[in-house]
């Protein structure tokens, strides 16, 4: 499977289709170069003047490559995907919706398996005491019914960041709440980290031919992306990999500037091992997909998640 790659644009550029190629240019004239589209995974844009050409926008879609547009504070709002993801699609939707509430609680119990491993393993590597996650990891219930993966959270946070850490969403909002400005920095880079590996596993999910709206837990009717909110769990620990490597640089490491976006989209070409197979980040999410795919119509049992 073909690596695919990221781009990412953060000044004004004209950029147009050319010859089944994406072709930019830097508005002043300093740059010009290209990249073919069927190289392209996920595509990011965080500059209001930038300007793209409608065919190219067509041929991005046909080629599945995700489009995220990021807003003034730098941070992903949306993204682009294609509608035809896969020539099963109808098949697949079909097995999704009528997949049963014992078999969406199997495999939830296993994405929160994964993703408590996961947090485990990133403790430990770093350093850090793994405490009760193990056990925690192994007395999950079918649909997480006592909700191991909260109480995971109570410890693995305080534990990677220190006590007086303070997991938000929306740093920007509690400028007079607890987080001071290295957590607000951080939860910053943990929020775009999300956004971008969000707008990968969606790009997956669509080309398999799975329904982006239909999840196997979360369940929110303002929310179209509730199945990639699921399967992006078990990911979520490369992310904070990434930001805890950028905090530990210096205070340069821990603001969004361009060498903290190189490192959170570079995440995208890590090395993950899934299925006793180490593949990049991007390619694995197309495996765990796959495997999706294959539970949903009862040829599987296991989802296939990497393992930190």
Known sequence: M??????????????RLQRKQLL??????????????????????DHPQISLSMPLLIELAEANVAVVLCDERHLPIAQMLAMRGHSLSQKHHAAQIEASPVLKKQLWKQTVEAKIGNQARLLSYSGRDTGPLPRYKVTVKSGDSDNREAVAAQYYWPSLWGADFVRLQQ??????????????????????????????????????????????????????YTLADDVMEPYRPYVDWAVLELNEAGPDGAEIGRTAKQRLLAMLACDVEIGKVKRPLLNALSVTSASLVRCFAGEAKQVEYPRL
């Open 171 to 224: 740093p920007e909002k509690d400028k007079d709440g607890p987080a001071n400005e290295l957590w607000r920095s951080v939860n910053f880079l943990l929020n775009y980290g999300y956004s971008v590996l969000r707008a990968a596993v969606a790009r997956a999910l669509v080309g398999s031919g799975l329904l982006l709206s239909i999840g196997i837990h979360h369940h929110n009717q303002y929310d179209p």
């Open 24 to 45: 930019f240019r830097a508005k002043d004239g300093s740059l010009e170069d290209h990249c073919p589209i069927e190289d392209l995974g996920v595509l990011v844009l």
């Open 2 to 15: 073909m690596l695919k790659r990221t781009l990412y644009f953060g000044n004004p550029y004209h950029i």
